[in-house]
């Protein structure tokens, strides 16, 4: 009868051979009492985040500290130190301005500390001028300060009799370049008293610095630009732009002409002008008024009026029928002076 063995108990079993020590060949039994221990759990580490805290804090002070550094040994060693003062002040602009104003409103002059400068400052000085577009402020060491000054160039005065704005006055008056930025006069200088005036019944109201949102000057400043390329050469200087109708727009040049453009061929017009003046030569600066809002038959007065022969006789027209059509369109613009001998 078997005997009831405890739990956990495992039998085992050896077999010794004929080279065994004790030399019995037998069964030996053995008890191998086993338990097995319940599985702890980990305990948890307190306070392992802390080295990582703690390297993390060091290198945040360490980065934190190096701009300090710079900043502190730029202040006390170098920002300091007297042996940079400004000896050489360049100055370039590219328009009328006087170096010394330029000078002064950037608040610069030989002297100063170079170092101490702050060149961000002076081109916000610079820049607030209204006739100023940009500036630009390079400091080269050991004693030079660089300024370049772009300035507007303004194409025309602006006159606006309901808004109260004139042309020619410092007060009331506003410059305008190809842009439309409008900005106040600071010295009616002889070039700017020469500029052409641009005049409009209607515009918002300007404001300095600013562009003026208007098509009849946008109309305007495009007929100075196609005049002074096209007519300048030729002696025709534009000097006003009268903007009164939805359709046309008048031009007064130096010498008394008056013309009438149409709004919608601005260019074509401008051409027919060139034309003319070219086909007369000496008769041209005889002409007192050419109405070009036509594209056909363009009417033209003369000062004092002229004798239609003598004047046929005088242009050189195209023959139609030796006519090259690869310039067929260029001698159909000669045409039109045969409109001349309507006029007078």
């Not at 170092?115 to 209204?130: Q, R, W, Y």
């Not at 050419?290 to 004092?304: D, G, K």
Request: proline residues 6%.
């Amino acid at each position: 009868m078997r005997k009831n063995r405890p739990k956990g108990v495992l039998r085992w079993f050896s077999f010794s051979g004929k080279n065994s020590v004790s030399r019995r060949n037998r069964w030996e039994e053995h008890q191998l009492n086993v338990e097995v221990a319940p599985r702890r759990k980990r305990p948890r580490r307190k306070g392992r985040w802390k080295p990582v805290l703690i390297r993390m804090a060091a290198v945040l002070c360490l980065c934190a500290s190096i701009p300090l550094g710079v900043r502190w040994v730029h202040g006390e060693i170098i920002t300091r130190n007297q042996d940079f003062p400004l000896a050489n002040l360049s100055i370039h602009t590219t328009g009328s301005l006087e170096n010394s104003k330029i000078a002064t409103v950037g608040g610069v002059k030989t002297g100063m500390d170079l170092l101490s400068i702050d060149l961000g400052a002076v081109k916000e000085n610079l820049e607030s001028l209204p006739e100023v577009l940009s500036a630009r402020v390079d400091r080269e060491l050991p004693d030079k300060l660089s300024i370049t000054v772009t300035e507007r160039v303004p194409v025309a005065w602006l006159s606006c009799p309901p808004q109260g704005v004139r042309p020619l006055s410092i007060e009331r008056g506003f410059l305008i370049d190809e842009n439309a930025n409008v900005f106040r006069c600071m010295e009616l200088r002889d070039e700017i008293q020469s500029l052409p005036v641009i005049e409009v019944r209607r515009m918002p109201k300007p404001k300095e610095g600013e562009v003026v949102k208007s098509e009849d000057i946008s109309l305007a400043i495009q007929v100075i630009r196609e005049s002074d390329v096209n007519l300048e050469t030729l002696g025709f200087q534009i000097s006003e732009v009268r903007v009164r109708s939805e359709w046309a727009m008048e031009c007064i040049y130096q010498r008394g002409l008056k013309t009438t453009l149409s709004r919608f061929q601005i260019k074509r017009g401008i051409e027919d002008l060139t034309e003319i003046i070219l086909g007369l030569g000496e008769k041209s600066h005889e002409l007192a008024t050419v109405n070009l809002a036509v594209a056909r038959n363009i009417p033209v007065t003369f000062v004092e009026p002229v004798d239609t022969k003598v004047l046929r006789d005088s242009l050189t027209l195209p023959d139609p029928e030796s006519a090259d059509p690869v310039v067929s369109d260029k001698q159909n613009r000669q045409k039109h002076l045969r409109s001349i001998l309507r006029g007078g």
